[in-house]
């Protein structure tokens, strides 16, 4: 039913014609005022039958289980279901899932389902609980529509237990039937270990909060692996995990992507058509061997596997960018962005590929509008200065390079390294000699950051070292800096 503030459809405009007393008057109150009662009741429940949604939503967020138990112990089985359905629909075509990582900013807060559904851009919203009652878990269920708050459909179910995976399975499962009927759902292999299970559920969670969260999740992954040596999505989570510590520099290419390339292929060995798994091996592929042709394969693969994976398509978007078909790879990233639209990672990348495809001014303000919303992060300064320094504007590239003093946090990929690069080609000379010696220091220490080096050689036409430089880094041959002007 409508709630307050609804207008209804209709409203009757004329008035009541008067009934001949042949009755007491009291008789005719009571006629006169059920006719009024069936009008509205009339009126609302049409309402209601035409305002009710019927066609399917072509997006959907699925919120964090609120867990309605008195003991506040289900937090794992809600991960755990959250995760399941999030599997289930996100391999469901032309139906766009929005990311865990940008959901899971509701948990425990109350907000509006129409300002939830405007921030994540999605038309539905999945909203979910559990409790215990002796000894059975009570489930509830509900699609709703962002729009207007009405809902599609509303479930509630009172199950055993003892088999956790089951329950969240059968659970996912159903919320798919309904959004999508027609869709063929893939079986995934249940855990055999149910601790093993609640471990993989936590590594999920510590390997959200990247990069700080990768080592914890790593050991979870392990701990998880060590009870189930056959568990897939362990072995996928794993290989995730090693790919990022490589990226963030928390080890270098040489310690980490040979156990990544094992974990990925292990997965794959017990699920060919895990598209995490895919991921992770297409992403070692691109950013450790190189080997383009593998890269896209498997990244192609992952994303026809699960189409809303948002970081298969993401790592997609970069394989398209590396390859020099930036154009594409621009298309896809803003695919990215739009399936997590609340992970600021993702909006970096999609700034950088705006300055990729030459669109300087909308680079600017892209990263602008990040600034604005994540106030004091390096990522979106990191951004603006590089804009500039691209464009080889001088007086608002070195103040922007300057500034990035400001944030020492960044370390070398958002404050060190793009700020040396723009004292060594605007500032004094002497300070900027120092920077990138302090640089080079820096890099060969941490792992990370020798694409700043091969820009700096780039800058003097000294192609030797700066490829050699891109030799060091832990992606491409190709990139879209030698497109660059």
């Not at 609340?342 to 909308?362: E, T």
């Not at 000294?462 to 879209?480: V, Y």
């Amino acid at each position: 039913m409508p709630g307050p503030g609804y207008q209804p459809l209709f409203q009757s405009t004329s008035a009541i014609p008067e009934v001949l007393p042949s009755k007491p008057a009291s008789s005719i109150n009571r006629y006169r005022a059920a006719a009024i009662v069936l009008i509205l009741i009339g009126g609302s429940s049409i309402f209601w039958w035409i305002s009710r949604p019927t066609v399917a939503p072509n997006s959907i967020a699925v919120l964090p289980v609120l867990d309605s138990s008195d003991e506040r112990n289900l937090e794992h089985f809600g991960d755990g279901l959250m995760d399941q359905i999030l599997d289930s629909l996100s391999s469901v075509p032309n139906l766009k899932v929005v990311a865990r990582t940008s959901t899971m900013q509701f948990k425990s807060k109350s907000a509006d389902i129409r300002d939830i559904g405007k921030g994540l851009g999605a038309a539905a919203v999945l909203e979910s609980s559990v409790r215990r009652a002796n000894g059975r878990l009570r489930i509830t269920l509900q699609l709703i529509r962002a729009a207007d708050g009405y809902h599609y459909w509303s479930q509630t179910f009172e199950r055993d237990e003892r088999d956790p995976f089951a329950l969240q399975d059968e659970m996912a499962r159903y919320v798919t039937s309904r959004v999508a009927p027609k869709q063929a759902q893939a079986q995934r292999h249940p855990p055999k270990n149910p601790a093993a299970y609640d471990l993989y559920v936590q590594a999920r969670r510590e390997w959200g909060h990247m990069p700080e969260g990768l080592p914890a999740a790593e050991k979870d992954y392990l701990k998880a692996l060590a009870l189930d040596q056959d568990f897939a999505l362990a072995w996928s989570g794993l290989a995730e995990t090693y790919s990022y510590m490589i990226e963030w520099g928390l080890g270098s290419a040489a310690e980490f992507s040979n156990k990544a390339r094992s974990a990925a292929d292990r997965a794959l060995a017990l699920d060919p058509d895990l598209a995490e798994a895919h991921t992770a091996r297409g992403t070692i592929a691109m950013t450790v061997d190189w080997d383009w042709k593998r890269a896209e394969q498997e990244l192609k693969r992952a994303v026809e596997l699960r189409p809303s994976y948002a970081y298969a398509v993401h790592w997609y978007a970069h394989c398209l960018e590396y390859t020099g078909r930036v154009k594409e790879g621009f298309v896809k990233m803003q695919e990215a962005q739009a399936l997590d639209p609340l992970l600021i990672m993702f909006d970096w990348d999609l700034g950088s590929s705006y300055i990729w495809n030459r669109q300087y001014d909308k680079a600017l303000e892209h990263f602008a509008r990040v600034g604005k919303e994540h106030t004091h992060d390096p990522g979106s300064a990191y951004g603006i200065g590089f804009t500039y320094y691209v464009m080889g504007q001088k007086d608002p590239g070195l103040a922007a390079g300057r500034k990035l003093a400001e944030f020492p946090e960044g370390g070398i990929m958002f404050s060190q390294g793009p700020r040396a690069l723009a004292e060594a080609r605007w500032g004094e000379p002497a300070e900027g000699k120092r920077q990138i010696r302090d640089l080079e220091a820096a890099i060969t220490k941490q792992h990370v950051g020798a694409d700043f080096m091969a820009l700096y050689y780039l800058d003097r036409h000294d192609l030797a070292h700066a490829f050699a430089w891109f030799d060091r880094a832990s992606i491409r041959p190709f990139c879209p800096w030698t497109t660059l002007e």
